[in-house]
Structures are given as C-alpha cells and as structure tokens.
C-alpha cells in the first residue's frame, strides 16, 4: 500500500499510522507543497496549542470568506471554537460549566436513542450521525419528535462549512442554520431545563456574554458532536472489525466498553489534526514561526509519540496511564470529551446486540481535511 503523500492526506488513508510514526522523525518541520508548518511531537503538538501566539483563525479572516453575509458566517463568528480573546475566554467557562452534566444523565439519553435507533448493516453509515445528533440534541432539551429535524438542519450546517462547499451547499447551510437558530431560540424561552437552559444560566452567572453567543454555542454543541461523533463510533466499529476475539470479549463483558472506546481515541482519532495561525513572530519548541504563518498539529500522530504513550502502536484496551491529545489542549481544549465518549459506549453496546454481521473492514473514509469517519456500504 502506498503511504500518504502528505498529513492533510493521511486523514482518509485506510492506514496512516506507520506513515504518522515517520513524522515523528521531524518532529516540528514545515511541509513546504503544503505551505504549512507540520507539528508531530507531543511536545510541539502540546507547545503549539498552548502558546498565545498561535490562533484558531487567521487574524485578518475570522470567518470563511464564502460563508460571510449569511446565518452559517454569523453562527461561526460567534463560536469559542473559531475565537480567541477575553469575549472566547468569558464564553468557553459557560460552556464548560453548562457541559458539565451528570454521568447518569448523558448515559441515560445514549443509551436511549441507542435502543431507538440502533440499525441494521445497511442503516450503520446514518447511525454513526444520527446517534450523536439525537443525543446530543435530547441533552439540550429539544423534544424527542423534532430531534430528526435537527440531526437534518445539522448535516446542512455541517455541510456548508466544509472546505470547498459549493455555493449550493452553503445556500442549503444559511437556511438550516437560521432554523436551528430559531429552533434554539424557542427552546430558550421554554423550560425545559436542557442544557441550553443550562447554558444560558452559566452565562448569566459569567457576565459578559453576548445571548447571540449563548444561541450560537448551544447550536455549536451539535456541529462539534456531528462529524467527530461519527468518527469515533465508526473508528470503534472498525477496531472490532479487525479484532473479532476482541470482538466477543467485548460482547461478553460490556465493562470492557469503556476501555475501549479510550483505546480507539488514542490509536485512531476522530479528529486527526487541528490548524493554528500565528499571529505575531514567536519561537515554538525552537522554531522561529512568522506572523502570518499556520500550523498543522497532527493529533493523530503525537497521540502515538512513545514520549505520550510507552509501545504506542500496542492496542490495548487495558492501557494504564494513557494519555491523548485526541481532545486538543489548552484554551480550545474539548469540553465535550465526556459526553462524546458515553455517546460511543452506548451506541456500541446497541450495536453488539442488533447487528448481525459486523463489518470487517471499511469501504473507504468520507472526504475530509482533519476528521477521519469511515464509510461502510
Ligand atoms: C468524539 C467526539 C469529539 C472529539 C474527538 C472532539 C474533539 C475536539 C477537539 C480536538 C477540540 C479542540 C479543537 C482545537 O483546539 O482546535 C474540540 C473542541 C470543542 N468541542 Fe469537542 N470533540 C468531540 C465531541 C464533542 C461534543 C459531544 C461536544 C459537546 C456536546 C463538543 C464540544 C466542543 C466544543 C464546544 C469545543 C470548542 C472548545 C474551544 O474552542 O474552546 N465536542 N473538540
């Protein structure tokens, strides 16, 4: 098999890894056809997601040019994901302290739309969005029967954000997006005592926090669980694939689930790289980055560097001590971490049970710059 050509390539490659192992041999280098410095290393992974200098947007092109002038540009403008600043900092321990839900609550949602949803072979490529879309979607208080309407607003949303979108897509983005801001809205002047409640409260209690922002966050809970979620339950359906004994230990004693689910986000992670731009002249794990200048950190492969992790290629479900990159680092760290791991136990607990014959493989990895789904039929 030939390897990737390069790290943006790697995401959608059947096996990345061994090609990721020789990144680590350069271990924070610029990629020159890219145009991009390539940070490897758990140390320059960790060391250029925490440095102030290096920003989640370009400073002159805060919001995607073709998505600007429209509801997809505005939700985007608004996110702790895509800003930087004291506004972001204010926002993001809202948005911490609204996820902060109860174990038992999360698990009891998963586990609930697992059941409901749980499909047969042909279904499984829609479950791995569908799941976390329902779940994620019951957790902010959305009623159980508009909870299709919203994983289908989410896929336009979604779909208009990506790299490349075509003008269509992102027509099809702005009006998805002002209905689930509208959605949103409504279920804020309800009382549900979802999470979007919780939301609101927790900026309440912040200060400072604009309610466009408030909106835009709660609907921004369900584009970051969209592809990663798919992307985790679906890396998890093919490690079994590849692991049938593992496979039946796993159906035998579900207490090996969680583990499991730890395991793959280490090994095979849903979000392979994130990117920073560097807004002033700064030196990073010893090398001089330019103002102007944007980083690819390769998640992926420091989660692999045996400075992480002692015999990283080992998988091992029982591993002590990981650690993982997987959830970024620092200010922009995931606060969603916990939900999206008992969204992926459930599902594949459901799955263990209703589906017949298991994949073997994938038939491919979906298109994509940074997050590696794969597609089964
Ligand atoms: C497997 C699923 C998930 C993965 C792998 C994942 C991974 C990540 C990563 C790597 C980041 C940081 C990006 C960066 O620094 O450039 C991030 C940010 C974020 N995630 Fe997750 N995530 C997942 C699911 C979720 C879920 C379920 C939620 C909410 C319910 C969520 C909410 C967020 C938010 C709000 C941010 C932005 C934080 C900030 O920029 O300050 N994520 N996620």
């Keep these: 098999m030939q390897p990737p050509c390069d790290p943006v390539a790697a995401v959608t490659h059947p096996d990345p890894y061994p090609y990721y192992a020789t990144l680590l041999q350069r271990p924070f280098d610029r990629d020159e056809p890219l145009g991009l410095w390539v940070a490897a290393s758990a140390e320059a992974a ?33 996110w702790v994901r895509m800003t930087d600043g004291d506004a972001q900092a204010r926002a993001k321990r809202a948005v911490a302290a609204a996820l902060d839900i109860p174990a038992e609550t999360v698990m009891a ?38 909870l299709s309407e919203v994983a289908g607003r989410m896929r336009d949303v979604v779909a208009a954000i990506t790299p490349g979108a075509t003008a269509e897509a992102i027509g099809r983005g702005h009006e998805a997006t002002a209905g689930m801001v509208d959605m949103t809205e409504a279920l804020l002047r309800s009382s549900t005592g979802g999470l979007a409640q919780r939301l609101r409260d927790a900026a309440e209690r912040e200060g400072g926090v604009d309610p466009a922002a408030v909106t835009a966050n709660a609907v921004g809970f369900l584009f970051q669980a969209h592809d990663a979620g798919a992307g985790l339950l679906g890396n998890t359906v093919v490690a079994l694939g590849t692991r049938p004994e593992l496979r039946r230990a796993v159906a035998a004693d579900r207490g090996l689930l969680p583990g499991l689910v730890q395991e793959v986000l280490r090994c095979d992670p849903p979000a392979q790289n994130t990117r920073r731009f560097v807004a002033e002249d700064t030196v990073i794990a010893g090398r001089p980055l330019r103002a102007g200048d944007a980083v690819l950190v390769v998640i992926a492969a420091a989660n692999r560097d045996p400075a992480l992790n002692p015999d990283p290629d080992r998988f091992d479900p029982a591993r002590p001590d990981r650690r993982l990159l997987t959830f970024g680092h620092g200010r922009h760290a995931c606060p969603g971490d916990a939900i999206a791991a008992a969204i992926a136990v459930a599902g594949l607990d459901a799955l263990l049970d209703r589906l017949p014959d298991w994949p073997e493989r994938p038939a491919g990895y979906r298109p994509s710059p940074n997050v590696r789904v794969p597609r089964f039929a």
Excluded: I, K
Excluded at 62 to 74: D, R, S
Excluded at 109 to 131: K, N, Q, T, Y
């Design 46 to 78: 960790t060391a250029v997601l925490a440095s102030p200098a290096c920003r989640v947007r370009p400073p002159a092109e805060p919001v995607p040019p073709p998505l600007l002038g429209g509801a997809v540009g505005e939700l985007f403008g608004r």
């Design 109 to 146: 949602e998963a586990r609930r739309w697992s059941v409901a949803l749980a499909p047969d072979r042909a279904g499984l490529d829609a479950f791995l969005f569908a799941l976390p879309m329902h779940v994620v979607g019951a957790l902010l208080g959305f009623a159980p029967d508009r």
